[in-house]
Structure formats: structure tokens, C-alpha cells
């Protein structure tokens, strides 16, 4: 994987430089499905910079997230993450 100057990963400058979305601090550490999910639609439906569709944008990042964490992304955390995509599917009316 290519780091930047700093020594980050470009999937961690993604995350939290977002031309999208502006993410609150450290949503995809949380341990509450329902709060990362209500978070990435807020972010999603204030966002002007986004191209597609609010969900699809807020979907867009937690699956990003999710496959390019990888095998170093916690078992308990991953879980999280994945009820959290069925909490936006339903916080959109998709579910």
C-alpha cells in the first residue's frame, strides 16, 4: 500500500479528508450501530459536495471503511459496523 508524506495510508487520508462528507471524529470507533448510522446521514444530508444520493454517499463510506480495514479491523468491530449499514438501510426507509 502507498503511504503519503506523512507516513499515512491514502484510505486513512480518504476517511478523514472526505470531499463528500464531513465525518464526526472517530464514527467508525463506536460501539453503538444506531449512532455511527445516524451520524453518517447527517453528514451525508448536509453535505453540497456530494455527487450521488445522500444514502448512497453515507453507504458509500461505511462499506469503504469497512473493506479497507481489512483483516486488521476487529471481529466485534466489524460486527458493528456491519448492523450499522442495516441501521442506515432503515434511517433511509431502504430497509
Known amino acids: 500500500m502507498t503511504k503519503g508524506d506523512d507516513g499515512e495510508r491514502w484510505s486513512q487520508d480518504v476517511t478523514e479528508r472526505s470531499d463528500a462528507l464531513d465525518l464526526e471524529d472517530d464514527v467508525f470507533t463506536w460501539d453503538d450501530p444506531a449512532r455511527i ?7 451525508a444530508e448536509a453535505s453540497d459536495r456530494r455527487k450521488g444520493s445522500a444514502y448512497r454517499s453515507a453507504m458509500s463510506m461505511l462499506t469503504f471503511y469497512v473493506n479497507r480495514a481489512g483483516k486488521n479491523l476487529p471481529a466485534a468491530q466489524r460486527d458493528v ?13 431502504r430497509a
Open 81 to 93: 459496523l456491519e448492523r450499522a449499514k442495516d441501521e442506515l438501510r432503515k434511517a433511509f426507509g
Open 37 to 43: 448510522a445516524a451520524s453518517l446521514k447527517r453528514s
